[in-house]
């Protein structure tokens, strides 16, 4: 599974922050460039409940396979796609397989995850995606650079292709975490995860700005390498999650995501006046340091309440919520970007991060999500 995730992430994070570029190139505008990763997630976020349902009824393993093959044909329709407009449509279309992908590793994961050490386990289960963020854009900008669009694609739907042959050689799910499909909403989706993923929704919202146009802000600012920020967030990642994660399963999740969600605020927020490249060093480190802990913590929080057989529902409610945030942060920070610059676009994505601690704080409060998923006596 970490082979898996590692080809998965090095594949999507060398065309997520090359592709703003392309769209530039074919005339696109800075809004319409950050509807790439935003039509990608929206589409992820409004099928994911449903593909991780699928998932639970046909097996994660089968959904693993499909979502990869598929994967591949949308890389190479990308490399001949004569206009942006043809990419926002197919990326559309993308985001469907990719909530898909995201829902069902997840979910396998969490199967063969000792429960008592969730946090931890999901924390290094996630090392190798954080491996790929670190490496893949700086791979991605230097092929687009030096070979252009269609061998990024090309090379993309290569590792796709990995992608399907590691997922075709991986063990058959858990039978018994095989439940029958139903068709009714309140089986569908998790309500109560779902409204409790709102903290997700809110962080993530920074996120998406920061994947999509960190590396257009560095180019204006003159810092460089542009790919710094991201390979600083994920050493940042490394060196913090594990320890996060072993003392959120031994002194309770909920204490440890709080400050989490402090650093994530405060990472955004130096990105919003900094202007150098210490500056973006020091705010990747504190990103990196919330953000990377926060997403298993939460999950693992989450997980103590929710049966076996619903994990994939449980993860496409939380992938939702999530991609709805990194989709509206994208266009969002593309479109303030553009008319207002990117400093005032930052700022309003730490003030939109801000507002995750007294919502979860007052979630947490009412225990709506803890106490609605709790198993009878």
């Not at 289960?125 to 669009?149: E, M, N, Q, R, T």
Request: proline share 5%; glycine share 10%; net charge positive.
């Amino acid at each position: 599974m970490c082979s898996y995730s590692f080809t998965v992430f090095m594949s999507a994070f060398q065309l997520l922050p090359a592709a703003p570029f392309h769209i530039l190139s074919l005339g696109g505008s800075g809004t319409e460039a950050g509807l790439f990763l935003g039509f990608l997630t929206y589409s992820s976020a409004v099928s994911a409940p449903i593909t991780g349902a699928i998932g639970d009824r046909f097996g994660k393993r089968r959904v693993l396979i499909t979502a990869s093959l598929a994967i591949t044909v949308f890389s190479l329709l990308y490399a001949v796609s004569p206009s942006y407009q043809l990419i926002l449509a197919l990326v559309l279309i993308h985001g469907v397989f990719w909530s898909g992908l995201l829902s069902s590793s997840s979910a396998y994961v969490t199967d063969i995850v000792p429960k008592s050490r969730r946090a931890e386990g999901l924390g290094y289960a996630g090392f190798a995606s954080i491996l790929a963020v670190a490496i893949a854009p700086w791979i991605g900008l230097w092929v687009l650079d030096h070979g252009g669009w269609r061998w990024l694609c090309l090379e993309s739907a290569m590792l796709n292709i990995l992608m399907a042959f590691i997922a075709w050689r991986l063990p058959a799910d858990n039978p018994g975490a095989v439940r029958p499909l139903s068709l009714r909403p309140a089986d569908l989706v998790e309500w109560h995860i779902l409204v409790g993923a709102v903290t997700l929704f809110l962080y993530s919202f920074s996120y998406g700005g920061i994947t999509s146009f960190v590396a257009v802000y560095a180019g204006q600012l003159g810092v460089t390498p542009r790919a710094l920020y991201f390979t600083v967030f994920c050493l940042a990642i490394v060196a913090t999650r594990p320890f996060l994660g072993r003392y959120a399963d031994r002194a309770g999740h909920a204490r440890v995501i709080v400050p989490c969600l402090i650093l994530i605020v405060l990472g955004v927020s130096l990105l919003s006046w900094v202007t150098t490249r210490a500056g973006f060093v020091v705010s990747a480190m504190l990103f990196g340091a919330g953000f990377g802990s926060a997403y298993p913590i939460f999950v693992s929080h989450l997980m103590h309440h929710v049966p076996d057989n619903r994990r994939g529902a449980t993860f496409g409610a939380l992938i939702g919520a999530f991609d709805t945030g990194i989709g509206t942060g994208s266009i969002a920070i593309g479109w303030l970007g553009e008319h207002y610059g990117f400093s005032r676009a930052f700022a309003v994505a730490a003030a939109v991060a801000t507002l995750s601690i007294p919502y979860f704080l007052f979630m947490e409060k009412r225990q709506w999500t803890t106490s609605a998923l709790a198993p009878p006596a």
